[in-house]
T-cell receptor, first 112, second 116 residues
């Protein structure tokens, strides 16, 4: 059974810092991995999608990497801003179930 | 990408009543999904809604409690029946875009339900 874990559960950093969010999954049989952002009480915004054959994807200040063999992904946020404060969720689309399995989330706060 | 809207955005309901949530997509999609997010938790899949057939429910979710309709390729509804305070959650609709070989999921803005 696919399990997805995110570390840390919460993170508070000053503005301007570069930071790394971690995601690990137990079954490497995946189609892809997605990183989402969720603001309090709101829906999910897709940030980056990494196909199983890819190693990384970049969008602006965000860079996501994928190491499928070790079951790990990282989301790197450069020069963090207060507007980056949100919960970040990773999710894997599993071959075996054809369903998106979500991690537990990292709640990020960036203070001025 | 797909643009998804949900109605209502939030509601406060009394226990024992029902709430129907609507999900509208700006393009035709084969697969639509309904998720529940309980306070402080991650997302849990309730069911997959396919047009022209009955929804497929995940373990722990039943049709009597969460009836789903999917009348066409751009619209679906989720009803949460016989509400109890434990049903207080955010309910999210999502669609999967498989065009070009990229199985990417997009989510609606969510419906925040509070049961009193």
């Amino acid at each position: 059974k696919q399990e997805v874990t995110q570390i840390p559960a919460a993170l508070s950093v000053p503005e301007g810092e570069n930071l790394v969010l971690n995601c690990s999954f137990t079954d490497s049989a995946i189609y892809n991995l997605q990183w989402f952002r969720q603001d309090p009480g709101k829906g999910l915004t897709s940030l980056l999608l990494i196909q199983s054959s890819q190693r990384e994807q970049t969008s602006g200040r965000l860079n996501a990497s994928l190491d499928k063999s070790s079951g790990r992904s990282t989301l790197y946020i450069a020069a963090s801003q207060p507007g980056d404060s949100a919960t970040y969720l990773c999710a894997v689309l599993s071959y075996n179930t054809d369903k998106l399995i979500f991690g537990t989330g990292t709640r990020l706060q960036v203070f001025p | 990408s797909a643009v998804i809207s949900q109605k209502p955005s939030r509601d406060i309901c009394q226990r024992g009543t029902s709430l129907t949530i609507q999900c509208q997509v700006d393009s035709q999609v084969t697969m639509m999904f309904w998720y529940r997010q309980q306070p402080g938790q991650s997302l849990t899949l309730i069911a997959t809604a396919n047009q022209g057939s009955e929804a497929t429910y995940e373990s722990g979710f039943v049709i009597d409690k969460f009836p789903i309709s999917r009348p066409n390729l751009t619209f679906s509804t989720l009803t949460v029946s016989n509400l109890s305070p434990e049903d207080s959650s955010i309910y999210l609709c999502s669609v999967e875009d498989r065009s070009g070989g990229y199985y990417e999921q997009y989510f609606g803005p969510g419906t925040r339900l509070t049961v009193t």
